[in-house]
Nanobody, 123 residues
Framework: QVQLAESGGGLVQAGASLKLSCAAS?????MAWFRQAPGKVREFVAA????????YGTDGVKERFTISRDNAENRIYLQIISLQTEDTAVYYC???????????????????WGQGTQVTVSS
């Protein structure tokens, strides 16, 4: 069982930057960030493996979002620059499982989830 805990969300103005953090209770290979805006489905943002290779959800996300990890700390991060009001959402950290090494973009393929951290961007 892997427990995940996100932090770093908050209320920011458009154009600002933010860095989200997710702490895992143990080693897990594929970790990801998803986000869910009010009334919308949960959206894949980015994923990273143990070696640091990453994939992103859309070209637009890739331009402003950077996923990274610190294996010594069992943490992943999501750096967001030039925040827009459309980025307002609850951001979730997820992990596929301790023995899974294949990337995935669908929420149902992730076994472990954090409780989420709210990011609100004001205009």
């Amino acid at each position: 069982q892997v427990q995940l805990a996100e932090s770093g969300g908050g209320l920011v103005q458009a154009g600002a930057s933010l860095k989200l953090s997710c702490a895992a209770s143990g080693r897990t290979d594929i970790m990801a960030w998803f986000r869910q805006a009010p009334g919308k489905v949960r959206e894949f943002v980015a994923a990273i493996n143990w070696s640091g290779s990453s994939i992103y959800g859309t070209d637009g996300v890739k331009e402003r979002f950077t996923i990274s990890r610190d294996n010594a700390e069992n943490r992943i991060y999501l750096q967001i620059i030039s925040l827009q009001t459309e980025d307002t959402a609850v951001y979730y950290c997820a992990a596929r499982g301790t023995a899974v090494t294949v990337f995935a973009r669908t929420a149902s393929q992730y076994r472990f989830w954090g409780q989420g951290t709210q990011v609100t961007v004001s205009s």
